[in-house]
């Protein structure tokens, strides 16, 4: 593996998790050429960016789970009247399947909200979606460009 080429910036840069979306742009050039020119740092941006991604993912698609069981629960009578039980020491603790649905869907929107608010992954993901927009665009014919702006 690759070490930093230069370790007070790329100390500064893990301390961030390599995000720098956050802070102005005049402080940014040096952390960007850091970036662009130190593959070590540059991976383990990429690596963070990953993960984020892949956090956000998992609990959008538990929130589409939850949601898909919440339907189905509601759908089928004997599922809405079905049971969990749980032993807690000396109570018992019933819950329904619908209420079990409507907490995990609960804990999973907590959970997204979270990834959302701590790591930069909407800021990332927006900036890819626009990058890809601007290819599909200059692959547009300049004919029907014109007609589009009209």
Known sequence: MSTCTDSV???ILSSWRYDISGISPEMRTDYE???????????????HRAIDVVLISVSTLSIMAFLL??????H???????????????????????AAAIL???ASLVAWILVAIATPAPVFLTGVAIEQARVLQDRIPEELRIRIRA
Request: glycine share 4%; charged share 15%; net charge positive.
């Open 9 to 11: 910036v790329g100390d």
């Open 33 to 47: 050429q850091h970036l662009a020119t130190c593959k070590h740092c540059r991976a383990r941006q990429r690596l």
């Open 69 to 74: 069981a919440l339907a189905v629960i509601h």
């Open 76 to 98: 089928i009578e004997p599922l809405r009247t079905a049971a969990v039980v749980m032993h807690l020491e000396h109570t018992q603790l019933v819950l329904t399947l619908q």
């Open 104 to 106: 995990g869907l609960l």
